[in-house]
């Protein structure tokens, strides 16, 4: 790695090389496949925030990865970093990402040029705004790139993003040449999200390749995806935990060749079982082997960053993105198909923790898209500090005060309440004694919402099966589940609640499992006081565990 005053920077060989959110409990588990199979891969290349304390505080592989870097070596892919959209990275961000990069010996760090967060709130699932492939977009995109290399004494290396609709006259190979023509600084090419442009502008796969700048390219991406169809046309959706599709390794094999100072090959497999993940990665150490290769020396950036100037409406962007304005010219099929990836994307957070708010509030396309072109939404994104869900329990009030229904308030209101179950910790048994398990409470509510919590799970299952025959999602069928909603069942309710995921689930049980739960919330007791069967059952689902 080059020092901070060196005056060339010098790119060691990496070779093949696994991502990592640095998530123990994700697969692949990078450190667990090596040793299961040694040589299988040379480095890491782990997504994690800009901040090294704050890395290293939440991300719980983390300590693995810092006590192996010696031998397994670590390349950083910031994710959490702007470089498109309307504001600047601040200074201070910048001076961590420098700070975090020169600690885990990353020898360069690389991200998709894509405007990522705004008012400190990433987008939804991180689903980026690519710029537009405009010389506009160009400028905007290395006022970005400069600045952040200003303040880096590492290079940067400028990713191809993701696109699903063509804005722009510049293919997107050639929108990534002009910025490194005026930026200097070398490139990543992501195979997934090239296939994602050929399939927006109606390309082939091999279109643009020529005169493309490759000797500057020095790391690819491989990763899995989706392929759809739709009026006649291909979407690419770039979902790492897909297989990678065959034409992405043809393609692999046939660039390796024209990237001279290309240093490493990056498998993006995450959440690939280890073995799915293992039968990827000997494919690819046939393409790229474990042979050393000499360090690549290049001539450090020190351009100054010219001033961003927004030309390119980064905001118009997020409107028609989030369905606040419908594009009307240019690729109008491309911008609708992003809007519901947007909104299938919003709907999956959501549903975390307002299973039943959400059908039942913004079960529709137009009823989501109402929710996402909100003034509550945009406020998420202007650095009030909320989260999503807060954005969203504050539209569905405003919501209901303008249309009022007591069975949609009520279902607001509990899965408002639910959170606060786990306010306090859950005494852990001792030996010999069984309690709640430590992601379950027992909760109360003025009303009983049994049949609500069973109707939205009943009819979830119901609907997505008939989508999966007749490739529709007939959400008219949520009309029975607001019928529900107004038959609430009188109360008090005791219910039980579990973590799921990065979420929370209500749960029914039999009324006397349900009485021994609510015992066993308050202290532990030994396992021969507990009915058998309560036992037996608490345990199949989960909901008990014995000291």
């Known amino acids: 790695m080059s020092p901070p005053d060196a005056t060339a920077w010098t790119l060691p060989w990496r070779g093949l090389g696994l991502s990592s959110n640095l998530d123990a409990a994700d ?234 100072s290309l240093r490493a090959v990056t498998f993006e497999g995450d959440g690939h079982p280890s073995e799915v993940a293992a039968l990827t990665l000997r494919r690819l150490r046939a393409l790229v082997p474990a042979v050393p290769r000499p360090p690549l020396t290049l001539t450090p950036v020190k351009a100054p960053a010219p001033a961003l100037t927004r030309e390119s409406q980064p905001w118009a962007l997020f409107d028609t993105g989030y369905g606040a304005k419908e594009e009307t010219e240019g690729d109008v099929e491309g911008a609708h198909a992003e809007t519901d990836f947007r909104l299938a994307v919003v709907a999956e957070m959501l549903d975390r923790d ?85 992601d379950v409470r027992v909760g109360t509510f003025p009303v009983d919402l049994t049949e609500l919590v069973f109707a939205a799970k009943s009819l979830r299952r119901h609907l997505t099966g008939r989508a999966w025959a007749c490739e529709v999602l007939d959400v008219s069928g949520l009309e029975s589940l607001a019928q529900v909603a107004r038959r609430p069942a009188p109360g008090p309710w005791s219910f039980v609640v579990r973590r799921k995921g990065r979420g929370v689930e209500p749960r029914t049980v039999s009324p006397s499992l349900l009485e021994e739960l609510r015992s066993l919330a308050r202290a532990p007791r030994a396992v021969e006081q507990v009915p058998a069967g309560a036992v037996s059952e608490g345990l199949a689902l989960g909901l008990l565990r014995r000291g």
């Open 27 to 260: 697969q692949p588990q990078p450190y667990r496949l090596l040793a299961q199979s040694p040589g299988l891969f040379d480095y890491v290349e782990y997504s994690a925030p800009l901040s090294l304390d704050e890395t290293r505080a939440h991300a719980s592989l983390f300590p693995e990865m810092w006590e192996r870097r010696g031998d397994v070596p670590v390349l950083f892919h910031p994710v959490h970093l702007n470089l498109y959209g309307p504001e600047l990275e601040p200074e201070k961000a910048l001076r961590d990402l420098d700070a975090h990069a020169r600690a885990v010996g990353s020898a360069w760090v690389g991200n998709d040029i894509g405007w990522w967060h705004a008012g400190g709130q990433p987008f939804p699932g991180y689903l980026y705004f690519t710029p537009p492939f405009t010389e506009a977009g160009v400028r905007d995109s290395a006022a970005h790139a400069l600045h952040v290399q200003s303040h880096l004494s590492v290079p940067l290396a400028l990713e191809n993003p993701a696109a699903f609709a063509k804005r722009g006259e510049l293919h997107v190979l050639d929108f990534l040449a002009r910025v490194h023509a005026r930026t200097g600084l070398p490139l990543l090419i992501d195979l997934g999200h090239l296939l994602s442009y050929q399939l927006a502008a109606g390309l082939p796969l091999e279109a643009g390749l020529d005169g493309f700048p490759w000797d500057k390219v020095i790391e690819l991406h491989l990763a899995g995806g989706v392929v759809t169809r739709r009026k006649g046309r291909g979407y690419y959706v770039d979902d790492h935990t897909q297989p990678v599709r065959e034409e992405l390794f043809a393609l692999l094999e046939s660039l390796l060749p024209r990237c001279p």
């Open 354 to 438: 307002w299973p039943v708010s959400r059908l039942l509030l913004a079960g529709t396309r137009e009823d989501l898209r109402a929710f996402t072109a909100s003034r509550e939404f945009r406020e998420l994104f202007e650095g009030l500090g909320r989260s999503l869900g807060q954005a969203f329990a504050a539209w569905a009030r405003h919501r209901l005060r303008e249309r009022p229904d007591e069975g949609v308030a009520a279902a607001l209101s509990f899965e408002t309440f639910l959170p606060s179950a786990f306010a306090r910790p859950v005494p852990a048994p001792g030996a010999g004694q069984v309690g709640l398990a430590e």
